[in-house]
């Protein structure tokens, strides 16, 4: 059974920093993804890595503040936010595919077969 499980999530005061994990389990992907959602508002890209070279790509809103990893022993996704701001309140998704994507259909929600249940990032301000 294919499973994606976020974890990590919670408040925190803007300024700071949170770091989410993505567990996989029930295949081997080629690419993950991390999406978020803010109340009202579509689903917006945050970052993609390739798992294999683990080449990163990043939204404009979070490029520079956010950072995606792996750690292939725990075939585990990582998203470490810094800097957080009001407007990163959202429910984070991780995403993956098995499939060859080129990099301009990488922050596409078409492009990702399976998706996680998504974790709840609160920011105060």
């Known amino acids: 059974q294919v499973q994606l499980v976020e974890s990590g999530g919670g408040l925190v005061q803007a300024g700071g920093s949170l770091r989410l994990s993505c567990a996989a389990s029930g295949r081997t992907f080629r690419n993950y993804a991390w999406f978020r959602q803010a109340p009202g508002k579509e689903r917006e890209w945050v970052g993609a890595?390739?798992?294999?070279?683990?080449?990163?790509h990043y939204g404009d809103s979070v490029q520079g503040r956010f950072t995606i990893s792996r750690d292939i022993a725990r075939n585990t996704v990582f998203l470490e936010m810094n800097s957080l701001k009001s407007e990163d309140t959202a429910v984070y998704f991780c995403t993956a595919t098995t499939k060859v994507t080129a990099v301009n259909y990488l922050g596409r929600t078409f492009a990702y077969e399976y998706w996680g249940q998504g974790t709840q990032v609160t920011v105060s301000s």
């Open positions: 890595i390739n798992w294999s070279s683990g080449t990163t």
